[in-house]
C-alpha cells in the first residue's frame, strides 16, 4: 500500500519534539522507522504529523553513569551499536545478543533501542533481556522526566505523549546470557528466554511464548540455589501454568512451556559458565 498523507517535521531538540507531541493530534514519532513505517504502509496504525528525532544527539551513546556504575543507552542507539559495544559485552551481555537476535544487518543498522522497547503488539528481542537485565526506562514528558522498571514498561508501554530516552542497566558481568527460536519468515521469537545470574538467585524472563515479556518468578524460586541443568529447569517451568505459555502458528501450549524451558536452560549454564 501506498502511505497515507501526513505532515512531517525534524525538530531541533527533546523539548520542540515533546511540544509537537503534545499540541498536536495524531503526531507520531519517527525514530528508525522499522515498525511505523510498515505499520503506516498496510494501515495498521495512522498519523497526521512525523515528528522525526533521528538528529536528536542527546538520544545516542553508550556510557557508565558516574554514580552508581549503570550503563546509559540512548534510546537513538542502534541495535548494531548495542550488539557491539563494548561495555555492553562486558557488563549487559543479554542485551547485546537480544540486538544481535533482531532481523538482518539492515535491520539492526536503522532499528533503535528506544524503538524496539516501544514497539506495541510485537514480540520483539529486547524487553525480555531488560527485564531479566532488571534495567529501567527512562521518560520524559510534558510533566518532566520520570522512569519506569523495564518489566512495568513492557506490561503497559510509555504514557501520552511520552519520549523513551534511555536506558538504565545495571552492571553484572558476564553472568547473563539470551537464547532465541526466530521464526523463520519473520525472524521475531517464538520463545526467547534470558537470564541474569545475581547473588539472590536467578533472574529469568521470556517472550513470545507468553502474551509478553514476562518475568518467571515461580521458575526463579524452584532454581533457586541451583542446581541449573536441563532437567531442573524443564522441571521447574512444567510446574508453571500451562495457560501461561500462548499457542499460535501451530504451536502448542505444552511444546511453548517445553521450549522456553530448554532455552532457559542453555541461557542459565551458559551465564553459569561465563562465572567459572
Do not use: W
Not at 4 to 22: N, Q
Amino acid at each position: 500500500m501506498i502511505l497515507t498523507e501526513f505532515d512531517y517535521v525534524r525538530p531541533a531538540g527533546l523539548d520542540e519534539a515533546l511540544a509537537l507531541l503534545t499540541g498536536t493530534r495524531g503526531a507520531r514519532l519517527l525514530a528508525g522507522g522499522q515498525s511505523l513505517l510498515p505499520d503506516l504502509r498496510t494501515g495498521a496504525d495512522h498519523a497526521r504529523l512525523l515528528v522525526d528525532i533521528r538528529q536528536l544527539a542527546e538520544l545516542r551513546g553508550i556510557r557508565r553513569e558516574p554514580e552508581g556504575g549503570r550503563l546509559r543507552i540512548g534510546a537513538l542507539t542502534s541495535l548494531a551499536e548495542l550488539a557491539a559495544d563494548p561495555l555492553v559485552l562486558a557488563e549487559a551481555p543479554e542485551l547485546a545478543a537480544a540486538a544481535r537476535a533482531n532481523g538482518d544487518p539492515q535491520v539492526r543498522n536503522l532499528g533503535t533501542v528506544g524503538g524496539n522497547l516501544a514497539a506495541a503488539g510485537r514480540a520483539t528481542d529486547l524487553p525480555v533481556a531488560t527485564i531479566a537485565a532488571d534495567a529501567v526506562v527512562e521518560l520524559a514528558g510534558p510533566d518532566g522526566r520520570s522512569a519506569l522498571p523495564a518489566e512495568e514498561f513492557a506490561a503497559g508501554g510509555a504514557p501520552a505523549a511520552a519520549v523513551l530516552t534511555a536506558l538504565l542497566v545495571p552492571a553484572a558481568g558476564r553472568a547473563a546470557a539470551f537464547e532465541k527460536t526466530a521464526d523463520r519468515a519473520t525472524r521475531y521469537p517464538v520463545c526467547a528466554a534470558a537470564v541474569r545470574i545475581t547473588p539472590g538467585g536467578p533472574r529469568i524472563a521470556v517472550t513470545g511464548a507468553t502474551p509478553r515479556a514476562l518475568r518467571l518468578r515461580g521458575v526463579e524460586d524452584r532454581l533457586r540455589g541451583g542446581p541449573y541443568s536441563t532437567d531442573a529447569v524443564l522441571a521447574a517451568f512444567r510446574a508453571e501454568p500451562r495457560e501461561l505459555f500462548v499457542p499460535g502458528r501451530g504451536t502448542s501450549a505444552e511444546y511453548l512451556g517445553h521450549l522456553a524451558g530448554v532455552l532457559t536452560a542453555r541461557a542459565l549454564q551458559r551465564a553459569e559458565q561465563a562465572l567459572a
